[in-house]
């Protein structure tokens, strides 16, 4: 989520220079790690988690309004708003993340944006481990939401890494992309990793979104079944591997950008709202 056009794939190519050559991509995302694999949540008792009952926790969550002044990557057109504000708010035992048409002017931080939304971190960093968020995705063109893995230790990106778990963009709907992303392997080299699923009623459905993070493999998945995974198998060490940190779990709903912006930003079907019923992880 943090970089910028990485749908412009082209042709995805081997860090290493190999002459294998990965296939064209399609229009979106990168295709080149996809894996066909069951998924299944641990029975035991999430090591973190919320299931959303009650005001949003603030132990557990913080508000990212940090860049609405600056603005934000990817050219995207958002003011993200804090805690005073009900973008991000609890109905019926679900989050609500809800991106509007307004311009909030009077805040002091206000960038020149036409839209708002809201952007949450979790206040603990995860690690390896077991991961799954039930969710329910907007679907009007030009919304961009995600479920998502970034460090918070200062490092560069995309040096420190990434790891998309959910992203899908309005245009597009019910196509699902997961992606990792290194200093090695990202959209700015061509080499990005990652795959995508048709999954039907992504937007009118919750479906659980799952990552599996151990020191050798990642793998992503909806309902029970993986489709992309990605090996720790390359030379260039944390290059091609950054992924040993306690990363901070983020969710958010992005409006236009380089790549949920591609065909413009339908103000009619405003609002729109991504739901997530629970957030549950299992330390491994």
């Known amino acids: 989520m943090k970089r910028t056009t990485w749908w412009l794939a082209g042709v995805m190519l081997l860090a290493t220079g190999a002459s294998a050559q990965q296939a064209e991509a399609p229009l979106l995302g990168a295709t080149n790690y996809a894996y066909e694999g069951a998924m299944a949540a641990p029975a035991t008792r999430p090591s973190f988690g919320d299931e959303f009952n009650g005001a949003i926790d603030q132990r557990r969550w913080r508000w990212d309004t940090g860049q609405n002044k600056t603005g934000w990557p ?6 993200y708003a804090g805690p005073d504000r009900t973008n991000a708010r ?3 035992g679900a989050l609500v993340i809800e991106a509007r048409a307004e311009a909030l ?3 002091p931080d206000w960038g020149g944006q036409r839209y708002s939304s809201a952007k949450l971190v979790a206040k603990q960093t995860l690690g390896y481990g077991f991961y799954e968020v ?3 995705l907007p ?7 995600a479920i998502w893995l970034l460090p918070m230790d200062g490092s560069r990106w995309p040096d420190g890494g990434e790891i998309d778990i959910m992203e899908m963009v309005g245009f597009d709907p019910d196509v699902i992309h997961a992606t990792v992303h290194s200093a090695a392997f990202n959209h700015r080299l061509k080499t990005q990793r990652g795959a995508e699923v048709r999954v039907a009623g992504a937007c009118t459905d919750y479906h659980r979104y799952q990552l599996e993070w151990t020191p050798e493999t990642i793998t992503i998945g909806v309902d029970g079944r993986a489709y ?3 090996r720790n198998d390359r030379p260039g060490g944390a290059a091609a591997w950054p992924f040993t940190r306690p990363y901070s779990l983020i969710l958010n709903l992005a409006v236009g950008g380089d790549w949920g912006g591609q065909k413009g930003v339908d103000d009619a079907a405003l609002p729109q709202a991504m739901k997530v019923d629970y957030v549950r992880y299992w330390k491994r």
């Open 228 to 230: 992309m995974r990605v």
């Open 105 to 107: 002017r009077n805040e």
């Open 90 to 92: 609890i109905e019926k």
């Open 139 to 145: 679907c009007g063109r030009g919304m961009w939401p």
């Open 134 to 136: 039930r969710a329910q």
């Open 74 to 79: 990817n050219h995207e057109l958002q003011y």
